[in-house]
């Protein structure tokens, strides 16, 4: 059986599936897991050692596994808390750092400084995020409408990231991928011509989630934009992104699409495990994970132990855990004040005592675990600069916003 491979640029996963970047959560804890998850999905579908598979900066067997976005701005000054988002586990073969930023000259400047100083092996802009803090400045799901500007961003990212691999004597250049939305709501649709231009610009795949920036995260993923966008950018892989809550709604994404990849966001919320049953069902595999509550617990106690390591203080890495229990005991008959005591825990000690207190013997609830989870919420009017939606060209006034819209943070 062939292996179904994505390459972007120089770079090959040996499984099209991508973890998508998520504020606050793909930090490098839940990374790990994630990519262990799809380890383990490479050895359930019988390919062999993985780990001697894997190439640094090369091959990654089980895919790809993207940060939290960065904030460009933040990243050129070098603040400590991006630079501790930007840290790689050592034993991720491909890092990939997502960019967010409006300026070109900023993102270009960002790009260049992710490849002098090697933190990242491929770079991924973000054009999707409809969070109003970012929209409201033009950014994210908002700036492909500037259809100039967007096009001036990938082409400065594309080319800072050639020159500084060239000029760091790296083997393989890194390559730049695009994130976006189908537009901003249904009468201002800009997919298809940012995709057309990202790769004109020399993007090497672009990722569409399938909503606009209007429905937010509510209602159904439109899939047939994919298999639109797919039809429209013929010379680098096209991403699916939207509404994948299991292995086989993966497969059915890229059967109906011709897509090249899928992006996974708040289906593996609560669920690193997910990544098993992807990559196992991309090689063909039936090979799906049903843990128990036994096995939902510890992997939230080992969820805990990468916190904490990672944030060097333990009471700021069991807060930062809090937001994942509610996801992890999605279905699990655990009853409403364990719950409210596991996502007020402060110390690892707490942790254990009230895991320790639930019945661990339950099995797998089935149904109750799976499908949509995370905040779906309802469509929204995306906030824009003023005048935003009057022209697709950038004037003077709008300039000026652009200028001032670099976040000094980084989230979304």
């Known amino acids: 059986m062939s292996t179904p491979g994505l390459r972007v640029g120089a ?12 504020a606050g959560v793909t930090n490098p804890p839940f990374r790990k897991l994630c990519r262990e998850a799809g380890i383990e999905g490479v050895r359930a579908a019988g390919l062999g050692p993985v780990e001697a598979a894997a190439v640094p900066g090369a091959y990654a067997p089980a895919g790809l596994y993207v940060t939290e976005m960065i904030t460009s701005r933040a990243l050129v000054e070098r603040t400590p808390e991006t630079m501790r988002m930007i840290a790689a586990d050592p034993e991720e073969p491909i890092r990939s750092v997502q960019l967010y930023g409006v300026d070109p000259a900023t993102v270009t400047a960002a790009v260049r400084m992710l490849v002098a100083e090697d933190h990242a092996d491929h770079v991924d802009l973000n054009f999707g995020c409809p969070v ?4 409201r400045k033009g950014g994210g799901a908002a700036l492909p409408w500037k259809r100039d500007l967007f096009e001036a961003i990938v082409r400065g990212a594309v080319t800072a990231a050639r020159e500084a691999s060239q000029a760091a004597g790296r083997e393989r250049e ?4 695009v994130k976006m939305r189908m ?4 009468g201002h ?36 934009a994919i298999a639109r966008l797919k039809d429209a950018v013929r010379s680098i892989p096209v991403l699916g992104n939207g ?11 890229m059967r109906r699409t011709g897509c090249d990849g899928v992006v996974v966001g708040r289906g593996c919320q609560g669920r690193p495990w997910l990544f098993t049953d992807l990559v196992a069902a991309a090689h063909g595999s039936p090979v799906r994970v049903r843990p128990g509550m036994a096995e939902v617990a510890a992997v939230i106690r080992r969820h805990a132990e990468l916190m904490i390591e990672y944030f060097e203080d333990e009471n700021r890495g069991l807060r930062e855990l809090r937001k994942h229990m509610a996801w992890y005991l999605k279905g699990y008959a655990v009853g409403g004040p364990a719950r409210r005591d596991l996502a007020l825990v ?24 799976e499908g949509p989870r995370g905040r779906a919420g309802t469509p929204k009017d995306p906030h824009l600069p003023e005048n935003w939606l009057a022209s697709q060209e950038i004037d003077e006034q709008l300039r000026a916003v652009i200028a001032q819209a670099e976040l000094s943070i980084s989230g979304g």
Do not use: F
């Open 132 to 135: 109003p803090k970012v929209t």
């Open 346 to 369: 402060s110390t690892l000690a707490e942790l254990d005592e009230r895991l320790a207190a639930l019945d661990l013997d339950q099995p797998y609830p089935g149904a109750g675990a």
């Open 183 to 186: 537009g901003i709501d249904d």
């Open 189 to 224: 649709l800009t997919y298809l011509d940012a995709g057309r231009r990202a790769e004109r610009a020399g993007a090497a795949a672009v990722a569409l989630h399938a909503r606009t920036a209007a429905q937010h995260y509510s209602g159904n993923a439109q899939w047939e």
């Open 174 to 177: 890194v390559p730049v991928t």
């Open 243 to 253: 509404d994948i809550w299991a292995a086989e709604d993966a497969m059915e994404m």
């Open 11 to 22: 770079l090959r996963a040996g499984s099209p599936i991508v973890l998508a970047p998520m």
